[in-house]
């Protein structure tokens, strides 16, 4: 005993590093938001020398600030980091990285300076982030580079050189190709290309002055939720329509349902929609026994189509949208309810919309989102779309990640030469946002001029309209 007494005071107490899965990466709280402190000072200011008394800053009491730690099985903080929008007031989905730190015997061993970085991306994009960046030391930037980020800046900051580092968020990238990349090859042969109007919203009759849209809700969200399913159905063709500028003159349904109960509450959700924008459903098909299913076809009248494929490179970019109502329940961060709460005279002034801004060309918000779909005008057009993140109108209760990845129930972009005079209904909000230029894609361009991209090409693969 007297033996290993002696051993103990002559080595010290040696700390058993845990082992390679016995950590965990979780949201601070309490006493181990108090830890990630301590050890930012033991680190920071006792060990590098970067700080003269203390580190924190206003960030730290940012209540948005997320702070995630290490956590060893017996509870010790082997380190942390935290992640906070990169600017104050209306987060606008910029979020940045800062004070990671692992304590030192907790180094090089452990793998967990990468767990924590791993961990932070996941958490800023779960937070809505459509970029996210870091200002790291030197010395960690083949860490970074290993985990995917890419280095953009070198600094001097603290006396000691850093790097600007970013992660590539590929949330409106995934989304693109989750809905429209195949679009190229399924249709090449099938639509005509040389019309002018490839890949639009609605199709132009030839010979006529009708326009015709045609779209099918998710099964799973007629399984779900019959009555608004029924009355989106109806929004997403209007919407279709006032895009091109035309007004509508009436609807076709085809309904699918396991029984006629069923089919009785999609069919009411149409009618109260059709009612409230005063079409006529003119026929259709309804068939039971069968999994649900639902599309609809409408007809518009206008003498000047309003083709998506009209922008050009210098042309301005427009956002005008109904900022009213909120997320749908059940859908949020994915469905803005806009239209459920307004008038029958205020959904059908939407029509307005488009005829009075007089754009080069436009196209209704769908299921790619706003920035998808203004990938969409652009390619159409043979172009390259830049928008100003700041300036896109955006209602406060959304997460800008969410708001430009969303359907926001009414929301058009356009192209034009130069501000339309005309007034617009007075509930819906527009601004300039941004400009069509040489190139593919869409990028994204931030307050401190940064930009980058959202969209790398093409978004349906069609190619321009000819």
């Known amino acids: 005993m007297s033996e290993l007494v002696e051993d103990v005071v002559l080595i010290g107490s040696r ?11 979780v949201e601070a709280d309490g006493a181990e938001l108090a830890a990630y402190h301590r050890l930012r000072q033991e680190v920071f200011v006792g060990e590098q020398g970067l700080f003269v008394g203390s580190d924190r800053d206003d960030t730290d009491d940012d209540p948005r600030t997320v702070v995630l730690v290490a956590r060893a099985h017996d509870g010790e903080v082997l380190g942390g980091v935290r992640l906070h929008p990169a600017l104050p007031g209306h987060d606008l989905g910029w979020w940045r990285g800062s004070r990671l730190v692992v304590a030192k015997d907790a180094r090089m061993l452990l793998g967990v300076g990468a767990a924590l970085v791993r961990a932070a991306c996941a958490t800023a994009e779960a937070r809505g982030a459509l970029r996210f ?28 050189p850093h790097v600007l580092v970013d992660w590539p968020v590929d949330r409106i990238q995934r989304l693109a190709e989750a809905t429209k990349a195949a679009l190229g090859g399924l249709l090449t042969g099938l639509v005509d290309s040389g019309d002018g109007f490839l890949g639009d919203d609605g199709a132009p009759v030839p010979g006529t002055d009708v326009v015709a849209a045609c779209d099918a809700i998710l099964p799973a969200m007629v399984e779900r939720d019959p009555e608004w399913a029924g009355w989106c159905a109806v929004l997403v063709n209007l919407n279709d329509l006032s895009a091109m500028g035309a007004r509508p003159v009436g609807l076709l349904d085809a309904v699918g349902a396991r029984d006629a109960s069923f089919a009785r509450r999609i069919l009411r959700g149409l009618g109260e929609a059709a009612r409230a924008w005063d079409v006529p459903v003119l026929g259709g098909h309804t068939q039971l026994g069968v999994p649900a299913a639902l599309s609809v076809t409408a007809l518009g009248r206008t003498d000047r189509p309003v083709p998506g494929a009209g922008g050009r490179a210098g042309q301005a970019l427009r956002v005008t949208a109904d900022l009213g109502g909120g997320w749908r329940p059940g859908y949020t961060g994915a469905q803005w309810d806009s239209s459920s709460h307004r008038t029958g005279p205020e959904l059908r002034a939407l029509a307005d919309v488009v005829p009075a801004l007089a754009p080069t060309a436009a196209k209704d918000v769908s299921m790619s989102g706003l920035v998808g779909t203004t990938g969409m005008l652009a390619e159409a057009g043979g172009v390259r779309a830049v928008l100003d993140v700041e300036s896109i109108p955006a209602p406060d209760e959304a997460a800008y990640g969410d708001w430009l990845t969303c359907f926001p129930g009414f929301a058009v972009v356009t192209a034009e030469r130069e501000p339309a005079g005309a007034a617009l209904p007075g509930f819906v909000t527009t601004a300039v946002c941004g400009e069509l230029a040489e190139g593919s ?22 190619g321009a309209a000819s």
């Open 15 to 25: 700390r058993v590093p845990p082992s390679l899965d016995s950590f965990v990466v």
């Open 441 to 462: 894609g869409v990028g994204l361009r931030w307050p401190d001029g940064v930009v980058t991209e959202a969209v790398r090409d093409s978004v349906t693969h069609l």
């Open 133 to 160: 960046d870091a200002t790291v030391q030197a010395q960690n930037e083949p860490l970074f580079r290993r985990l995917g980020w890419v280095s953009r800046e070198r600094l001097h900051l603290h006396g000691r």
